[in-house]
């Protein structure tokens, strides 16, 4: 049965390579953010337990809210949610979950999906690039939603702290869907197949680097 569908499968990708591609990236993608989702709540408990919850953390002021106040980009105002903005304890929560995800996305995508054999250090900068900016991308959107899903689920529909945790994974989707559909065409680009003579030149090329 399982040496029929490897067969199957491998028939499937030589007929229809970039649906293939699409669909490996689709189940890896699902995977990482069902370790968001299980890393996420622990995470957040951890900083939790500091005195980080009232350490205000909010930056790069752009424009006001509908109410006239001060919209920021990385908004975590002091305090535990829904009342606060969860503080920087929240903050380091959600950099950290996304960052141990994305280091794992980065090898599993390179290696499994797009089977990537160009130079890793080139790569591994670029996708830093993209890191940085669709972070930021999705902190400034989430200044539209975060307060609303966390009212809903403990306040309006009173689940209290169940309430709270179903708040962080519907955030924590949400962020995984903006990464999704932003990333694949990312991954396109900076995840290239090589002719074997040029990707023995980009791993030494990578070998020296870290000899250095």
Same mark, same amino acid.
């Given at each position: 049965?399982?040496?029929?569908?490897?067969?199957?499968?491998?028939?499937?990708?030589?007929?229809?390579?970039?649906?293939?591609?699409?669909?490996? @990236?689709?189940?890896?993608?699902?995977?990482?953010?069902?370790?968001?989702?299980?890393?996420?709540?622990?995470?957040?408990?951890? @900083?939790?337990?500091?005195?980080?919850?009232?350490?205000?953390?909010?930056?790069?002021?752009?424009?006001?809210?509908?109410?006239?106040?001060?919209?920021?980009?990385?908004?975590?105002?002091?305090?535990?949610?829904?009342?606060?903005?969860?503080?920087?304890?929240?903050?380091?929560?959600?950099?950290?979950?996304?960052?141990?995800?994305?280091?794992?996305?980065?090898?599993?995508?390179?290696?499994?999906?797009?089977?990537?054999?160009?130079?890793?250090?080139?790569?591994?900068?670029?996708?830093?690039?993209?890191?940085?900016?669709?972070?930021?991308?999705?902190?400034?959107?989430?200044?539209?939603?975060?307060?609303?899903?966390?009212?809903?689920?403990?306040?309006?529909?009173?689940?209290?702290?169940?309430?709270?945790?179903?708040?962080?994974?519907?955030?924590?989707?949400?962020?995984?869907?903006?990464?999704?559909?932003?990333?694949?065409?990312? @991954?396109?680009?900076?995840?290239?197949?090589?002719?074997?003579?040029?990707?023995?030149?980009?791993?030494?090329?990578?070998?020296?680097?870290?000899?250095?």
């Amino acid at each position: 049965m399982l040496t029929r569908l490897k067969s199957a499968w491998h028939s499937f990708e030589e007929r229809r390579p970039g649906v293939a591609q699409f669909v490996v @990236f689709l189940v890896l993608s699902n995977g990482i953010t069902a370790l968001q989702l299980a890393l996420m709540p622990l995470i957040k408990w951890l @900083f939790g337990m500091t005195a980080l919850v009232d350490t205000a953390f909010q930056v790069w002021p752009v424009g006001s809210n509908p109410d006239g106040s001060q919209y920021f980009v990385f908004d975590y105002a002091a305090g535990a949610l829904p009342l606060g903005g969860g503080g920087l304890a929240y903050f380091l929560a959600v950099q950290i979950t996304l960052l141990v995800a994305q280091v794992i996305n980065f090898f599993a995508q390179r290696s499994i999906t797009f089977k990537s054999n160009s130079s890793i250090a080139k790569a591994a900068f670029w996708y830093a690039v993209a890191y940085v900016v669709i972070t930021i991308l999705a902190a400034a959107a989430q200044g539209w939603y975060k307060a609303p899903i966390y009212d809903l689920f403990i306040d309006t529909w009173g689940l209290g702290g169940t309430g709270e945790t179903l708040a962080d994974f519907v955030t924590m989707i949400i962020n995984a869907a903006i990464s999704f559909w932003v990333f694949f065409p990312i @991954f396109k680009v900076i995840f290239k197949q090589v002719p074997a003579e040029a990707g023995a030149q980009g791993a030494a090329s990578d070998s020296e680097v870290r000899t250095s």
